[in-house]
């Protein structure tokens, strides 16, 4: 399974910017998954995740509101939406896939994630 990340880019604070993580050599379908990000000197964090049925989101909490995770398993992809971008955004994003038999449940620990994309850069200037 194969992951990859696009759409990150330097933009100055309050803008949007979307985030593409087309998956190859499986569907989508009965994964769930998530995003990360991760600051230079900084553990890598939890942003967002979805289930594989999309039914159901789960979000840090200086994200909510401003992020939005969202999946088209027809393409195999998974977005994240994010708008209102602050400096404190900037970080390389990662995404990440889990197989999944519940079609509600969400994960948010790194450890839980099987499969990682290598990230894309989101640079927030002030």
């Known amino acids: 399974v194969e992951l990859v990340e696009s759409g990150g880019g330097l933009v100055q604070a309050g803008s949007s910017l979307r985030l593409s993580c087309a998956v190859s050599g499986s569907t989508i379908s009965n994964y769930a998954m998530g995003w990360f990000r991760q600051a230079p000197g900084e553990e890598r964090e939890f942003v967002a995740s979805i289930s594989w049925s999309g039914a159901s989101t789960d979000y840090v909490d200086d994200v909510k509101g401003r992020f939005t995770i969202s999946r088209d398993n027809a393409m195999n992809t998974i977005y994240l939406q994010m708008n209102s971008l602050k400096p404190e955004d900037t970080a390389a994003y990662y995404c990440?896939?889990?197989?999944?038999?519940?079609?509600?449940?969400?994960?948010?620990?790194?450890?839980?994630?099987?499969?990682w994309g290598r990230g894309t850069q989101v640079t927030v200037s002030s």
């Open positions: 990440a896939a889990v197989p999944s038999g519940n079609r509600e449940y969400v994960f948010r620990r790194r450890y839980e994630y099987a499969f």
